[in-house]
């Protein structure tokens, strides 16, 4: 049996309510981990050992609160957090903090979760990386922007974390560490309290390590069924080689078509599906939402402190020209290709797609390409990253499913089974 920290969140929190672990424990356990492999993996911006160990004996004092009771979870840097600093990744906001916490700090309590501390974020959760390494190879990126948050859950350092997705920020951080990476429906998950870039495309999301912790972070959030289940019948799949497929390395076409073959060899129903030509410019209609939002909200701190942001963020957000008129086409675009995918999955319970480009790239300048991302968050649909494939270099590499808009319960019934499918 492993440590404590190696627990899946379900499993832990099973133990705790059995009797069999203590919140203390587990807590402990983390820490450890914590100590031993900080320096090499950098994923965390701020640790509150004592008040996470405080709160670690006052779970075990009472009787159990909810589902996430005595679990400890990791908070990206861009979450208000009112007991330790939110710097989003800036220097601008060192040691800031905020007077109250975010609502999904709030909701995790409330479900008997602990705040462990808060992960490293890039800067506003934009593309500048933080110092965050992957925790196969430290030469390699974890991918971003919600690079400590994968990077810890990938570590055993934390069995639950929170990310944030604009573009790929969740998804593809998630394929590049080996973890499962869910991104809800778009405004599912309270972003109140959570740094905002762009409205129509924020979202909160979760790295776990198995689709059922993230139907139990789902539960804290939402108060959905704390246990996904996994469809009657065999599902319908749709193999989906997306526009964008050529642009994806020979590892994660691997990894798509393994996933596929791993379901069709269980039962599934599996077709071919194209997407229409219409999703071809959603990539691009993402850059241009994400900037023409982000420049504004933004616009404060690049008036007052324009001196202390990255020249890569200038360059990304607030150099280009985003006009009026292709952010009014790109939301257009957007709002059509929500409801083709609904049209054209009637029959299908699930799209399965690229995660990630490829593996996690080597040097730790960029935190990668969100490329088979972006569709998916700019038409606000779920959308999670499976492990279980590696590449030839040793790393991980994910694959994807997607489900229409507002069919989150139906995706993560797929996925269940879908890890199954896949399971060794």
């Known amino acids: 049996m492993g440590m404590a920290n190696e627990l899946s969140a379900v499993e832990a ?32 911006q701020h640790l509150d050992a004592e008040g996470a160990l405080a709160a670690a004996r006052a779970r075990d004092g009472e009787a159990p609160r909810g589902v996430l009771h005595g679990l400890p979870v990791g908070f990206k840097d861009i979450i208000e957090t009112a007991s330790m600093p939110t710097t989003h990744g800036s220097p601008i906001f060192a040691g800031h903090r905020p007077d109250r916490d975010a609502a999904c700090v709030g909701l995790v309590e409330a479900a008997g979760g602990i705040v462990l501390g808060k992960t490293v974020t890039t800067e506003f959760a934009v593309s500048h990386p933080g110092k965050t390494r992957n925790p196969h190879n430290p030469a390699h990126t974890p991918g971003g922007s919600s690079s400590g948050s994968a990077a810890a859950v990938a570590d055993n350092m934390v069995p639950l974390a929170f990310g944030t997705q604009t573009g790929g920020s969740v998804l593809r951080p998630s394929s590049f560490c080996g973890v499962v990476g869910y991104k809800p429906t778009l405004g599912q998950f309270s972003f109140v309290g959570v740094n905002a870039m762009s409205l129509s495309l924020d979202t909160l999301g979760v790295h776990t390590r198995s689709v059922a912790d993230a139907g139990l972070m789902r539960a804290a959030m939402l108060g959905a ?141 960029s935190t990668g390409n969100a490329l088979f991302n972006r569709a998916w968050t700019t038409i606000g649909v779920p959308a999670i990253s499976l492990p279980g494939h590696v590449g030839p270099t040793g790393l991980p590499v994910g694959a994807q499913l997607v489900a229409p808009f507002g069919r989150d319960d139906e995706l993560l019934a797929v996925a269940l089974w879908q890890e199954a499918a896949m399971a060794p």
């Not at 059995?18 to 965390?44: F, H, N, P, Q, S």
């Not at 020979?250 to 071919?272: I, P, T």
């Not at 985003?322 to 059509?336: K, L, N």
Request: proline letters at 6%; aromatic letters at 6%; a negative charge.
């Open 13 to 44: 929190a099973r133990r705790i309510r059995a009797g069999e672990l203590t919140a203390t424990a587990l807590v402990e356990a983390c820490l450890a981990r914590i100590e031993a492999r900080e320096d090499a993996v950098l994923a965390w």
């Open 225 to 365: 069924p704390a246990e996904p289940t996994a469809p009657e019948r065999a599902p319908r799949i749709g193999l989906c080689r997306t526009p964008w497929w050529d642009q994806a390395d020979e590892c994660s076409q691997a990894a798509v078509l393994a996933a596929a073959e791993a379901a069709r060899a269980a039962g599934a129903s599996l077709v071919e599906v194209d997407v229409p030509h219409d999703f071809d410019s959603l990539p691009e209609a993402n850059n241009q939402i994400m900037g023409h939002e982000g420049c504004r909200a933004l616009g404060d701190l690049h008036k007052l402190h324009g001196d202390l942001l990255s020249a890569e963020l200038k360059r990304r957000i607030f150099d280009p020209d985003f006009t009026y008129d292709a952010y009014v086409a790109a939301r257009r675009q957007a709002a059509f290709c929500q409801a083709l995918l609904g049209e054209l999955m009637a029959d299908l319970d699930a799209l399965l797609v690229p995660a990630a480009v490829g593996e996690a790239p080597a040097g730790l300048e």
